[in-house]
């Protein structure tokens, strides 16, 4: 018998609140205070258990509390008692019993690969096809208000040798996006700029101010206007020479079809979040290289569980290599819920390499920040 055979014996969730350390302004809305995720935990009958997390936003991809409720009421029937060997089948029917709530199944998807990989005693990324690389390009986003508090933080990414960098554009006036950008070409010529509206720009006027960013020299221009402005972004993307990259247009597997046939995008920011999983990411990066595009590792407002899941699937996938934005359990949240630090050394995301995804949750303080619905 396979150690695989064995059943799920139970499933436990919680709604985490986590402090974060500053406010951030992102195109379409603002993060402070807290940030909201659900954590699942699969335990076999042998004892062993996988982690799994998912992250929304509201004004992004949803709630924390329709989450839960996904995974608690409506997920946990499909998945007790069912074997770990029938992984797929099992994200299958998730897929058929919920809709929307991809950052349920991405939680779930995580939880049973991690499960997979502790029972089988290989990292999650060999369950994806095998590593292509042990490290990722950590890009770290600047998003403060406070624009001095954000130069102190380049300084400190500056001696932790990280080079990537991305702003969050198009909340404030134009002016104030080129007078940062200015700064940080100037002051600080090595790092390797992005910049990312959140859909922040209006249509009739994005081309113009996309221009004025060009003059920059940066990487890629991500989601300069609204999601559904499909004509627009394939205007702007036929229009600048920078590369334009897709973010909120693409969710799913569909969307990448139409950003391609299109031509809406030059690249992609996959995220599980937004399309329910790690192999569902896998999918769409590799839509997007069938046409030559090269991919990102994006992600929601996450915890070091969420920014592992990303990190193995990124190991994974050849074409996600422009770097990952997996910095708010080292730089953004007060405590994260791993028990060691999220691995970044020298600027890079190291991929853990011990079974499933590679490092323990801090239960203590899963549990001392989790709500207790039961009041
Ligand atoms: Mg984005």
Redesign the pocket.
């Known amino acids: 018998m396979s150690v695989l055979d064995q059943k799920i014996k139970s499933m436990d969730v919680w709604h985490v609140q986590l402090p974060v350390k500053t406010r951030r302004d ?1 195109g379409i809305g603002t993060v402070a205070d807290n940030i909201d995720v659900v954590i699942v935990r699969l335990t076999a009958e042998s004892g062993v258990c996988g982690y799994g997390e998912g992250s929304p936003w509201v004004v992004f991809t949803g709630t924390a509390e329709a989450n839960f409720a996904a995974l608690d009421r409506y997920l946990r029937p499909l998945i007790v008692g069912r074997s770990i060997c029938e992984l797929q089948q099992i994200m299958l029917d998730a897929e058929r019993a919920v809709v929307h709530c991809g950052e349920a199944r991405a939680a779930l998807e995580t939880a049973l690969l991690d499960l997979k990989g502790r029972l089988l005693g290989v990292p999650v990324y060999e369950l994806l096809g095998g590593a292509v690389r042990t490290t990722i390009p950590l890009s770290v986003s600047l998003a403060n208000p406070d624009f001095d508090a954000d130069i102190a933080l380049v300084d400190q990414l500056r001696e932790d040798n990280i080079r990537l960098v991305k702003f969050k554009t198009g909340i404030r006036d134009h002016q104030f996006d080129l007078m940062r950008i200015e700064r940080l070409r100037k002051d600080y010529p090595e790092f390797d700029i992005r910049v ?1 509206y ?1 859909q922040g720009l209006a249509p009739t006027d994005a081309l113009r101010k996309l221009r004025d960013i060009e003059c920059f020299d940066v990487t890629f221009i ?2 300069p206007v609204p999601a559904q402005d499909y004509r627009v972004m394939q205007n702007l993307a036929a229009a600048i020479d920078t590369p334009l ?1 897709a ?2 247009t693409v969710f799913s597997a569909a969307d990448m079809t139409r950003a391609v046939e299109d031509r809406l995008c030059n690249c992609v ?1 996959v995220k599980i979040m937004k399309c329910g999983g790690l192999s569902r990411g896998q999918t769409i990066a590799a839509i997007a290289q069938s046409a030559g595009m090269a991919a990102y590792g ?1 992600d929601m407002f996450e915890t070091g569980i969420a920014h592992l899941a990303g990190t193995h699937m990124i190991a994974a996938t050849p074409n996600i290599s422009l770097g990952c934005e997996f910095y708010q359990a080292s730089y953004y949240l007060v405590e994260d819920l791993l028990q060691a630090p999220y691995p970044i050394v020298d600027g890079q995301v190291v991929v853990p390499d011990s079974p499933g995804l590679g490092m323990e949750v801090d239960i203590e303080r899963l549990e001392r920040l989790s709500i207790n619905y039961a009041g």
């Open positions: 992102h990312d959140n991500e989601q990259l973010d909120e920011s994006g």
